[in-house]
C-alpha cells in the first residue's frame, strides 16, 4: 500500500524558511519522480518542485525558484522541501506527489494530473 506523509508545516514570519518532509512507503524512491504541490483556499493546485532520484533532475515553479530547494533521502525513502524567504503568498496546504517514472514526468513534471498518489497535505501560513 502507497503512503506520503507530509511533515513540517507551521506558521512563519515572511522571510523565515520551513523544511517540509514527505515520507514515502510502497513505492520505492529510486523508481519515481515524487513532487510537491501546493493550493491556496480558492486557487488551483500548482505545481512547486519535482525530484527524479534516477537521474538527479529536479524542476521548480517560476514563483519558488531560487528560494525553494527540493532534495532527497534513498535511505529513509523520505523527499524534502526547504523553503526560504517565505512570503505571504507562499500561503496554502503543501501536498506531496509520486508517480513511477514515465514520459510524462519528462514533459509535464509539475502537473497534477502526471501523479498517481498524493499525501494529505500539510499546512504553511506565512504572516506576520
Known amino acids: 500500500q502507497v503512503q506520503l506523509v507530509e511533515s513540517g508545516g507551521g506558521l512563519v514570519q515572511p522571510g523565515e524558511s520551513l523544511r517540509l518532509s514527505c515520507k514515502v512507503s510502497g513505492l520505492t524512491l529510486s523508481e519515481n519522480t515524487v513532487a510537491w504541490f501546493r493550493q491556496a483556499p480558492g486557487k488551483q493546485r500548482e505545481g512547486v518542485s519535482s525530484f527524479t532520484p534516477i537521474d538527479g533532475s529536479k524542476t521548480y515553479g517560476k514563483s519558488v525558484k531560487g528560494r525553494f530547494t527540493i532534495s532527497g533521502e534513498s535511505a529513509g525513502n523520505t523527499v524534502y522541501l526547504q523553503m526560504n524567504g517565505l512570503r505571504p503568498e507562499d500561503t496554502a496546504t503543501y501536498y506531496c506527489?509520486?508517480?513511477?517514472?514515465?514520459?510524462?514526468?519528462?514533459?509535464?513534471?509539475?502537473?497534477?494530473?502526471?501523479?498517481?498518489?498524493w499525501g494529505q497535505g500539510t499546512q504553511v501560513t506565512v504572516s506576520s
Open positions: 506527489a509520486a508517480v513511477r517514472n514515465k514520459i510524462a514526468v519528462i514533459t509535464s513534471p509539475l502537473n497534477p494530473v502526471t501523479y498517481d498518489y
